[in-house]
């Protein structure tokens, strides 16, 4: 429990930071481990009710591992009606899941992120962070190929 | 003194420590509006909206929830109007999409008049009024029980870790859950995770 | 850095910084700003300054990295001062090309500069539509300043507001300078400004706070990243200030968790101003304490409302509270809490420094000032731009925008997102105004623009909005959760052809219950698309019911 305690250090153990905590023990783990959750609630006397429903509010939280590659379309207004539907179908298709899952062997996980303000040039995907803009469902399967 | 405020609740004068609901107050004064979040034990919650009352001030209506609504001095309420009973029916209707047989929710589409199946079905069973969650928290202050998600696909959940040691001791929640829902997933959950551990 | 106490430090400082932003011959801006992926503006001004070196004029000729320039679908762009040559979807590979010809000879790149039918090739901001009909009293810092540098802000008269509220005007002063601006919220509501900071300011409470409301939830707003992340130090500036005014301490950001570069910004603001006394104990020798502390949304529409942001804050879920007790008199901690939004401050030091009267001539009657909108949608020229109040939406969409690009017709413009509706292109010369705009369904919202042309189908729009709230609202509220619920399946089956009128009533007295009784604005407003494209594409529905015998 090293990595959360010094999470909890980054903090000075504040429980207004409780968000910003979970979201580093995502960002460290990838996903947020149930033991993290429980202690958490205990090291900052919150009930673990309220962490649980923390970490789970938000779509960017994720109580299960997530896969080696994490592909995020941009779920916006702009990409949406300038093609971003078509993107996530084919990738739906293509990797035989649906958004929010991982395939089975473990190498892609598939979510839409918030409007990422590059309106200018969707749809967008981002893939480990790497950002691809102008995406279309073609392109897809060639992008795919190049991460593995 | 000066705690004391006067509002009237559908004709009625009434007099109200400040501080108070509008529902507490109609409670005192045995006017009905109807309820499914609210629990005298439990801090209001104003998730259901069915207590939606009409109130005047400054000329202006406005539909508030009852439960929540603090008064104030010269408030006028009416707690039938008929854009609060379509309100209310029309919430009645929504939540009987997710929880048909619901005998609470059967005495209320009775009472406003609404359709059993205007929405279809889609039995989720749980109305989400969170009175086993708060009860839970707020009185037992055990907190096995969870809110998860959110949006269309907010649930409720138990916290095996913790529901399994406390729950066979306590199922206070249980008679509160208006579709008895909470019952069967503390069943589930307990099946789920191989058994009571006591 | 030496610690600012005085108006005379300042001044001194002033001087110092002008002189050394004056000592350089030239600067090329790049901008490395999120509408057009930065990494490549970070890898053409290393280019750049690669190419200097070479020459030997580095210390004549200075790069700067900095926020985002606006034109995002021409990005990335860089701007050469003092000539302001503009270059446009600038590569890497253009550096050698770009200090050889324009730097060292004083000729134009021609590929790289902007061309369309009416004006030809143009080089020049001035000559560029998009840039000469813009009022870019906030935007026009991004393409001169680098945001780390809290020196640049300064050079160009950053921080002189503050300055001059904290030696030289008493709090109600200030708070009356902003009244009289009759500044107005540009988060969503229009709320007057001075009137929000009047009840915080006079609620009884020894402890206040002031919030920034940088989570910019709506899909298709990108303006207030353009700020915080061209220039945290005006929104900085404008806070202090209206702690000042206000009588809080303690202050708070709340802003976007998945843009590093734009937190990384903000953080070097604080710490800047920290060093230089504008943040932390006896301000400018004032005896005016204040602090400020970063919070992160995590991303879900719903926490930028005003209680459930309020709640985050405070490491709580963030669902809305109802507001029969505002938050200006109750908010965080359940103390007095003034929350503003990023475009609100950043207009704050403005008024401050060259006064109301002065900002009042901007705008129209009852909305003043400028707003920064994003162009999004179907339109040629997306990205950010700021207007004064007043300007019809047809010279934004076509004098500006460039038009829908693509050959295809316009058919609406929709502002406010989720939240917002759609104004036909019958009705395109409407002015841009708070009332104006929401008189037609269409409140402005936050300024995302989205523009649609005539091959857009309404109801795929409107079913996107819903599809959008049914995962970013918190559920707690039955009118709000589940009329969505059941108005997308009813929906859904209008699109597939087996709708009735029936359903279409059924929507209707779903949407009214939803505006009446839901608990937060997010579901008193869900059904507004909804309702704008009732009104004014009824057509699109219609066709697509079953015909009634
Ligand atoms: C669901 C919802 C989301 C909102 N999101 C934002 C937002 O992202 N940014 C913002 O400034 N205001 C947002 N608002 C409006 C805020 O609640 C608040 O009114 C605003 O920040 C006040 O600032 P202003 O008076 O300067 O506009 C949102 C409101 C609602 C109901
Ligand atoms: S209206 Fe929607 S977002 Fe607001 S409280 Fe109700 S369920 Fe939550
Ligand atoms: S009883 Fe008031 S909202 Fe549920």
């Known amino acids: 429990m090293d990595y959360l305690e010094s999470i909890i250090e980054k903090y000075s153990r504040r429980r207004n930071f409780l968000i910003e905590m979970l979201m580093d023990v995502q960002h460290e783990k990838g996903y947020i481990p149930r033991e993290s959750i429980f202690y958490l609630s205990k090291r900052l006397s919150v009930p673990v009710n309220e962490v649980m429903r923390i970490a789970t509010f938000y779509k960017t939280f994720s109580l299960k591992p997530k896969a080696e590659h994490v592909i995020k379309v941009c779920s916006g207004v702009s990409c949406y009606i300038r093609g971003g539907r078509e993107v996530v179908e084919k990738l739906e298709n293509l990797l035989g899941i649906k958004v929010g899952d991982s395939t089975p062997d473990m190498k892609f996980s598939l979510e839409l992120s918030s409007c990422s303000g590059r309106c200018a040039s969707g749809p967008e995907i981002e893939i480990d962070g790497e950002v691809y803009g102008n995406v279309k469902p073609d392109d897809i399967e060639g992008i795919l190929k190049k991460i593995g | 003194m000066s705690d004391v405020v006067n509002i009237t609740i559908d004709g009625k004068e009434c007099k ?9 107050v109609a409670l005192r004064e045995g006017i009905d509006i109807p309820t499914l979040c609210y629990h005298k034990d439990l801090e209001p919650y104003g998730g259901c909206r069915l ?19 603090p008064v104030e001095e010269g408030l006028v309420v009416k707690t039938r109007s008929p854009e609060v009973e379509k309100i209310r029916r029309i919430i009645v209707e929504l939540l009987l999409a997710r929880a048909p047989g619901s005998p609470e929710l059967i005495k209320l589409k009775e009472e406003y008049g609404a359709k059993e199946e205007k929405f279809g079905k889609e039995p989720i069973f749980c109305i989400l009024c969170g009175l086993c969650v708060r009860y839970c928290s707020e009185v037992k202050k ?24 406390e729950c066979d001791k306590c199922k206070e929640c249980f008679p509160l859950c208006p579709t008895s829902y909470a019952q069967a997933l503390y069943l589930l959950t307990q099946a789920l995770s191989g058994g009571p551990s006591t | 850095m030496q610690r600012i106490s005085s108006y005379e430090d300042f001044l001194k400082l002033k001087n110092r910084v002008q002189s050394i932003m004056a000592s350089s011959e030239r600067i090329i801006s790049v901008c490395g700003g999120g509408g057009c992926s930065s990494k490549d503006g970070k890898k053409i001004a290393s280019a750049l300054k690669d190419e200097l070196g070479k020459k030997g004029l580095e210390e004549k000729i200075k790069v700067k990295l900095t926020g985002c320039h606006g034109m995002c679908s021409w990005g990335p762009s860089i701007i050469i001062y003092p000539e302001e040559i503009c270059y446009l979807k600038v590569k890497e590979k253009d550096a050698t090309e770009i200090i050889e010809e324009t730097i060292l000879r004083n ?10 039918e009416k004006v030809g090739k143009t080089p020049h901001l001035k000559d560029i539509p998009f840039y000469n009909r813009q009022t870019r009293l906030i935007l026009g810092y991004n393409t001169k300043i680098d945001p780390q540098s809290i020196d640049d802000y300064i050079a160009l008269g950053g921080y002189s507001a503050l300055v001059k509220a904290l030696t030289q005007m008493s709090p109600t002063d200030v708070l009356e300078e902003i009244k009289k601006s009759n500044l107005r919220g540009r988060g969503g509501g229009g709320f007057p400004a001075g009137q929000k900071w009047e009840t915080t300011r006079n609620a009884k409470s020894d402890i206040k706070y002031v919030i920034v409301n940088g989570h910019e939830g709506e899909p298709g707003a990108y303006m207030d990243r353009a700020i915080l992340g061209g220039n945290p130090h005006i929104v900085l500036e404008g806070l202090i200030i209206g702690a000042y005014a206000i009588g809080a301490r303690q202050g708070f950001i709340y802003t976007r968790h998945d843009a590093p570069d734009l937190l990384k910004n903000i953080e070097t603001a604080i710490s800047k101003a920290r060093e230089y006394g504008f943040i932390g104990k006896n301000i400018l020798g004032s005896g005016f304490d204040f602090d400020v502390e970063i919070h992160l949304d995590i991303g879900i529409f719903v926490s930028g409302e005003s209680s459930a942001l309020m709640r985050s804050i405070e490491g709580k879920i963030p669902e809305p509270r109802p507001k029969y007790i505002r938050t200006s008199v109750s908010g965080i901690y359940e103390k007095p809490s003034n929350l503003n939004n990023v475009e609100t401050w950043a207009n704050v030091p403005l008024i401050i420094e060259n006064g109301a009267e002065w900002y009042s001539k901007i705008g129209t009657e009852r909305s003043k000032g400028t707003k920064l909108i994003s162009l999004s949608g179907r339109i040629k020229n997306a990205g950010v731009i700021e207007v004064p109040f007043g300007m019809s939406l047809r010279e934004i969409v076509f004098d500006l925008g460039g038009g829908t690009g693509n050959g295809n017709d316009l058919k609406a413009v929709h502002f406010g997102s989720a939240m917002g509706g759609s104004i036909p292109k019958e009705l395109i010369d409407t002015p841009l105004d708070f009332d104006a705009c929401a008189k037609l369904g269409a409140p402005i919202g936050a300024g ?42 009813l929906l859904k089956k209008i699109k597939d052809g087996s709708g009735t009128y029936q359903d279409v009533e059924t929507i209707r007295e779903i949407c009214d219950v939803q505006k009446e009784a839901s608990l937060c604005a997010l579901g008193r407003t869900a059904s507004s698309p909804l309702e704008s494209a009732l009104k004014y594409f009824w057509k699109e529905f219609e066709s697509r019911l079953v015909k009634e015998k």
């Open chain 2, 16 to 24: 109200a420590e400040k501080g108070m609901t509008i529902l507490q």
């Open chain 2, 51 to 69: 207590c939606t009352v009409e109130i005047e001030s400054r000329g202006r209506k406005n539909y508030v929830v009852s439960c929540l609504y």
């Open chain 2, 142 to 165: 055990k907190y096995a029980i969870s809110f998860v998600q959110s949006g269309v696909k907010r649930e409720i959940s138990f916290i095996p870790e913790i529901a399994l040691k």
């Open chain 3, 107 to 116: 000729r134009i790149v021609d590929r790289l500069v902007y061309e369309d």
């Open chain 3, 448 to 489: 995302g623009l989205l523009v649609l042309d005539e091959k857009d189908d309404m109801l795929e729009l409107v079913s996107y909005f819903l599809d959008f709230l049914s995962t970013e609202s918190c559920g707690k509220c039955v009118p709000c959760r589940e009329g969505i619920r059941q108005i997308r399946k």
